[in-house]
T-cell receptor, first 113, second 117 residues
Framework: EPEVTQTPSHQVTQMGQEVILRCVPI?????FYWYRQILGQKVEFLVS????????KSEIFDDQFSVERPDGSNFTLKIRSTKLEDSAMYFC???????????FGEGSRLTVL | GQNIDQPTEMTATEGAIVQINCTYQ??????LFWYQQHAGEAPTFLSY????GLEEKGRFSSFLSRSKGYSYLLLKELQMKDSASYLC??????????????????FGQGTILTVHP
């Protein structure tokens, strides 16, 4: 059973549309992260979320992006007006263990046309 | 910021040993991680070093030298299923009003390893 479940697994959208990606952890955790990986490129940090607040965000995480934990369980990443360059795999991750290594969900593939 | 370098591609033969190097320059350091990523899948955790030296875990070992900004991942008794991308990642030290916390991981480009029969 996966520790982090992401939905949808794949979403195709038109440029300019809003997209919401969801992450559901199996158990309660304090640390969450969103990363993205454009095809053929490296895994890039977007934002980290600690104790229901943003603790860090990257330059990529501009005003088009937002994160929420609306019901204390689901963890969402919203892209308000998608651009072609937003096409990527989006990974939700949580910190785990004594080392705090990241455990990644299976990812949501976003294709913007 | 973080700057992480690792070779783009490597090839090796089944049963052999391969060493994947990673060098980094950081403004803060709180651990180095290695991840494995098969095509189309999420990265999976392999190893963690925060102190200098070698950490061994089965067929996989990872080494760290903080003074040199250098790490390597050693894979022994290579199997075909080890063909994957291997990602080196460095963690920041994040300070906030409540104390310290785990900072983000910054990933290198990854090394695509191809294992041949």
């Amino acid at each position: 059973e996966p520790e982090v479940t992401q939905t949808p697994s794949h979403q195709v959208t038109q440029m300019g549309q809003e997209v919401i990606l969801r992450c559901v952890p199996i158990s309660n955790h304090l640390y969450f992260y969103w990363y993205r990986q454009i095809l053929g490129q490296k895994v890039e940090f977007l934002v980290s979320f600690y104790n229901n607040e943003i603790s860090e965000k990257s330059e990529i995480f501009d005003d088009q992006f937002s994160v929420e934990r609306p019901d204390g369980s689901n963890f969402t990443l919203k892209i308000r007006s998608t651009k072609l360059e937003d096409s990527a795999m989006y990974f939700c991750a949580r910190g785990r263990g004594n080392t705090g290594e990241l455990f990644f969900g299976e990812g949501s593939r976003l294709t913007v046309l | 910021g973080q700057n992480i370098d690792q070779p783009t591609e490597m090839t090796a033969t089944e049963g052999a040993i391969v060493q994947i190097n990673c060098t980094y320059q950081t403004s803060g350091f709180n651990g180095l991680f290695w991840y494995q990523q098969h095509a189309g899948e999420a990265p999976t955790f392999l190893s963690y070093n925060v102190l200098d030296g070698l950490e061994e875990k089965g067929r996989f070992s990872s080494f760290l030298s903080r003074s040199k900004g250098y790490s390597y991942l050693l894979l022994k008794e290579l199997q075909m299923k080890d063909s994957a991308s291997y990602l080196c990642a460095v963690r920041d030290l994040l300070l906030y009003d409540g104390g310290t916390s785990y900072g983000k991981l910054t990933f290198g480009q990854g090394t695509i390893l191809t294992v041949h029969p």
